[in-house]
């Protein structure tokens, strides 16, 4: 099996040639990102390996069924970049569905700590041995009310965290899970002392967070965003940080971050405004989509994957296939043990 791996990092390279090597599969690594100009760097290959900002639209998919590609392997849960729909009957797509739940909760606890406890502002002060405390002030944790927007396993765990911080839940979900307080997403907009989104992105809830919903929250409120950056509207958020509506926001995504995130910048005018203007916030905490960056994660990112390709080489079936038919009943043909197509 031949396999070319698109927007390859260092930290992707041992999982792969690891669990490759095992399984016999020939891996080529591009640091480019897949798209409709990169795209014929794929003939040759029996699959293809993606990432959350490589593009996987009509005219992609159309090559790559030229080039006799089989299948497109996720190595991420997410699959917003991809045309699922318009990849039935052509292509295959498999994602990996958990690979690590702990290491993206637990990096939106570490935001949302350093953001109220001012510990990066703290960082820097004191590597020029200012010790001053001024300016430094934050809040406690325990007794807040976070509202969580997505409770599946990532969701979850960071449920379990807070509770540990003596927090009180709520949470929204079109699929409720037991023991979790759900309210309306209205309710929670309005509760909520922290927001924190774990949920797909969708068309249904792209821009989740705008003005509309800014304008329902508690003056001060903290947001945290470690899913998809599409679910905030960037430029309302700006608004809502100017106004002093949102007290502080933590990101780990941004929506436009496909041509900033993953590359080094330093020394370059970068061409975002919005971003720029968001950098400048003094509550305003960015990381770049490092939630998911555990050793353990890695580890379970490059087996799951090649674990996926292995098994719908051998079998034709994979239980993480992705089809825009899954869940509907009437459809489905994976719930018969029978290939999506």
Do not use: W
């Not at 990066?120 to 020029?128: G, M, N, S, V």
């Not at 899970?177 to 924190?196: C, K, M, N, P, Q």
């Not at 949920?199 to 509309?212: D, W």
């Not at 034709?316 to 994976?334: A, D, S, T, V």
């Amino acid at each position: 099996m031949k396999l070319a791996l698109f927007d390859a990092k260092p930290y992707d390279m041992p999982g792969f040639d690891k669990y490759g090597k095992e399984r016999g599969i020939e891996i080529k690594y591009y640091e480019t990102k897949l798209n409709e100009d990169t795209v014929s760097l794929a003939q040759g290959a029996d699959a293809v390996c993606v990432f959350v900002n490589d593009t996987v639209n009509a005219a992609v998919i159309d090559r790559l069924a030229e080039y006799g590609v089989k299948a497109v392997l996720l190595r991420c849960a997410g699959y917003n970049n991809v045309d699922v729909e318009y990849c039935f009957g052509k292509i295959h797509v498999m994602r990996v569905p958990a690979y690590s739940p702990y290491a993206v909760a637990e990096h939106a606890m570490a935001l949302l700590l350093t953001s109220i406890r001012r510990i990066h502002k703290a960082y820097i002060r004191t590597k020029d041995f200012n010790f001053s405390l001024n300016g430094l002030t934050g809040f406690d944790l325990h007794g807040k009310t976070v509202g969580v927007v997505g409770t599946g396993r990532i969701g979850r765990v960071f449920i379990d965290i807070c509770r540990g911080f003596g927090m009180k839940v709520i949470a929204y979900d079109k699929f409720p899970a037991d023991g979790i307080d759900y309210v309306t997403l209205d309710e929670l907009f309005a509760r909520a002392d922290i927001i924190s989104l774990h949920c797909p992105l969708t068309g249904e809830t792209r821009h989740l967070i705008g003005r509309e919903s800014i304008g329902r929250m508690k003056k001060g409120v903290v947001i945290v965003n470690t899913s998809r950056g599409g679910l905030i509207d960037s430029e309302a958020l700006l608004e809502g940080i100017k106004e002093r509506k949102i007290g502080a926001a933590c990101l780990d995504v941004y929506e436009e971050e496909s041509d900033v995130f993953f590359r080094d910048f330093s020394g370059h005018i970068v061409e975002d405004d919005t971003l720029a203007r968001l950098m400048t916030m003094p509550n305003v905490l960015v990381t770049s989509h490092q939630a998911f960056l555990t050793e353990e994660a890695l580890d379970n990112i490059a087996a799951a994957t090649v674990d996926n390709l292995m098994e719908f080489s051998d079998t034709g079936l994979c239980p993480n296939e992705l089809c825009y038919r899954c869940g509907r009943i009437e459809e489905c043909r994976k719930e018969r043990r029978e290939k999506c197509f």
